[in-house]
């Protein structure tokens, strides 16, 4: 069984709600507000930025039968009998909230068409899926479990690198390793909040759910923001703490030799990138000069920014048809500057650097003693605990020479 509610609502062009004339003149001249529109479900409408305008909270406002077709289809029929969409309307957004409870996820769906200035339609679609019952389906307690675990381990990160700043004071901001767990640190506490909002927002629209028993609608577009502004922050918290493996990969000589590459050639690489983002900026300004009007992907600088970057071979008719000569050419100046120029600046300076750290015996990295690096971050893991009798008779029992030849023979076969 799936349960759907429709919401429906256009936008004006103007900033408050009145009784207009067919010429754009008021009927009354005191701009007497309408009390008979009803606002309170535009007052937490997301701002949406489509081609032309922003759009946020305001305007008209239709709920449709979700439970009899054709009281729905009434509904519509009147709309266009009063003529509910005119030549002043700007946008028409149609929600729909779905859910499914054989998957258990609530489908939130907005449909939004933008009429241009002048003739035509701008359609939008968003599709987003919301599991808000989380603990309910199959694994419910190991996800509670899993939550609870990393608030707990997000409170001794925290403890942890406050202890080895207070010890080595300002030098701590010295490493960019430090830098990463700082980041790491603020991602998580920054997802711990974002996800105790969700769920709050949660608890309370399913409570609103509950008192009109599904025959209201109900906004979940918030809630769907929440949502996806939460796994982005995870998933940039992954991705950092991915590359914090390469602190552990070290141990492995090329990988040693690649982190203390870019770590020398860190200050030409800041060149470089000044370099990149101003040429890059240069040519996004271009393209977003040449093509605002020719596609939806250059509308905004933001968007010609990406395109830009990631996919502006499949946007090439788009850019000649507007400007058959002048597009083209800068095209393939952009082609040739990036990847023929600005790459290979990039790869001289990382090759250049690597040949020096090679040649360069005292530069080379010396962290290769895995068994005596996991034996001093064991020991300093009892000295925290206050383990400090056990720490001894430990330090005593690694001492044996049994212990000492097979770090050695380790050492040696690495």
Request: proline share 3%; net charge positive.
């Given at each position: ?153 997000t409170i001794y990160f925290i403890r942890r ?118 040429t890059l900026i240069s040519f996004v300004t ?129």
């Amino acid at each position: 069984m799936v349960l759907s509610t429709v919401h429906l609502s256009k936008c004006k062009a103007f900033h408050i709600v009145v009784d207009f004339q067919r010429n754009n003149e008021p009927i009354s001249a005191t701009y007497k507000l309408n009390k008979t529109i009803p606002i309170d479900p535009l007052l937490t409408c997301p701002i949406f930025y489509l081609l032309i305008l922003r759009y946020g909270g305001g305007g008209y406002v239709i709920e449709l039968n979700h439970k009899d077709i054709s009281c729905a289809l009434r509904q519509i029929k009147e709309l266009r009998k009063h003529r509910w969409l005119d030549e002043y309307t700007r946008g028409f957004f149609a929600e729909i909230a779905i859910y499914n409870p054989n998957i258990n996820l609530f489908g939130v769906i907005m449909c939004v068409a933008e009429f241009l200035p002048g003739d035509g339609i701008y359609p939008v679609f968003e599709f987003q899926a919301l599991n808000i019952y989380r603990y309910h389906a199959g694994g419910g307690l190991f996800l509670m479990i899993s939550e609870i675990l990393f608030v707990i381990f997000t409170i001794y990160f925290i403890r942890r690198e406050h202890a080895v700043f207070k010890k080595i004071g300002k030098k701590y901001f010295d490493s960019y390793w430090n830098w990463m767990e700082i980041m790491v640190i603020g991602l998580s506490l920054v997802i711990i909040v974002f996800y105790t909002i969700k769920s709050l927002y949660s608890i309370y629209l399913m409570d609103k759910i509950t008192e009109s028993k599904g025959k209201k609608y109900i906004r979940l577009q918030s809630l769907a923001t929440f949502d996806e502004t939460t796994t982005f922050l995870i998933g940039f918290l992954l991705f950092i703490a991915t590359v914090k493996l390469l602190k552990l990969l070290r141990f492995n000589k090329r990988i040693g030799f690649l982190s203390e590459t870019l770590r020398a050639c860190g200050t030409d690489l800041s060149g470089f990138a000044l370099l990149f983002i101003v040429t890059l900026i240069s040519f996004v300004t271009v393209f977003y000069k040449e093509a605002v009007t020719a596609s939806a992907e250059f509308s905004t600088f933001i968007r010609a920014a990406e395109t830009s970057t990631f996919k502006i071979a499949e946007k090439f008719k788009d850019v000649t048809q507007v400007s058959p000569v002048v597009a083209p050419i800068f095209y393939f100046i952009f082609a040739f500057i990036m990847n023929w120029i600005v790459l290979q600046v990039l790869i001289a300076i990382i090759c250049g650097t690597f040949s020096r750290i090679k040649k360069d015996l005292s530069a080379q990295p010396n962290d290769y003693e895995v068994v005596d690096y996991m034996i001093e971050r064991f020991l300093n893991f009892l000295s925290t605990i206050n383990f400090r009798k056990n720490k001894f008779k430990l330090f005593r029992m690694l001492k044996n020479p049994k212990v000492e030849g097979f770090k050695s023979r380790y050492n040696q076969t690495n």
